[in-house]
């Protein structure tokens, strides 16, 4: 059983559509993060969540959209793709906001590609 | 706002050497993780430090939190192939009044047989 699940595993598109990446964490944790990693590896928060409600936006262009239906699922709508969106996203959780005395979970990552 | 360094960016060692990545914070935190990410494959947590000065080792791996709390160390002793990924630090600290974690910049390291 997967702990942190991400779908789609791969996602190419085109410049200026528009696509969702779906998370679903069965630990029953209350919060859930999304990350990006770039081409240097460098990883980002972007979003986090706790309960269903935004915590931490990190200075992300609005054409990002979180959507928290429930503590287990977190997805990202991205709008008018760009070509430097093209990244790897990772969704994550942890039993309490800023991981506290415990680790973090990863899903198995998207590896999004704009072309 | 927080940052988090590691040096160096890339080391490459030959199998059987030590390797080490550091880990500097700009501000002081209240514990460290590290993590690491596998070619490919998605961070996972390897260890947690809260003390200061705190040491701990995992087989072939010794993990050190500063006196200050604002950086730390990864050794790895007698590399093996399996080594091979990139290492990151995640550190914990107060943020806008809420505990955020921030990751650090990576250590990529590649074993050569």
């Known amino acids: 059983d997967t702990a942190v699940s991400q779908t789609p595993k791969y996602l190419v598109t085109q410049m200026g559509n528009d696509k969702s990446i779906k998370c679903e964490q069965n630990?029953?944790?209350?919060?859930m993060y999304w990350y990006k990693q770039d081409s240097k590896k460098f990883l980002k928060i972007m979003f986090s969540y706790n309960n269903k409600e935004l915590i931490i936006n990190e200075t992300v262009p609005n054409r990002f959209s979180p959507k928290s239906p429930d503590k287990a699922h977190l997805n990202l709508h991205i709008n008018s793709l760009e070509l430097g969106d093209s990244a790897v996203y990772f969704c994550?959780?942890?039993?309490?906001?800023?991981?506290?005395?415990?680790?973090?979970?990863f899903g198995q990552g998207t590896r999004l590609t704009v072309v | 706002g927080q940052q988090v360094m590691q040096i160096p960016q890339y080391q490459h060692v030959q199998e059987g050497e030590d390797f080490t990545t550091y880990c500097n914070s700009s501000t002081t935190l209240s514990n460290i993780q590290w993590y690491k990410q596998r070619p490919g494959g998605h961070p996972v947590f390897l260890i947690q430090l809260v003390k200061s000065g705190e040491v701990k080792k995992q087989k072939r791996l010794t993990f050190q939190f500063g006196e200050a709390k604002k950086n730390s160390s990864l050794h790895i002793t007698a590399t093996q192939t399996t080594d091979v990924g990139t290492y990151f630090c995640a550190g914990q600290g107060n943020s806008g009044g809420y505990q955020k974690v921030t990751f650090g910049t990576g250590t990529k390291l590649q074993v050569i047989p």
């Open positions: 630990l029953g944790h209350d919060t």
């Open positions: 994550a959780s942890s039993p309490v906001i800023g991981w506290g005395n415990t680790e973090a979970f």
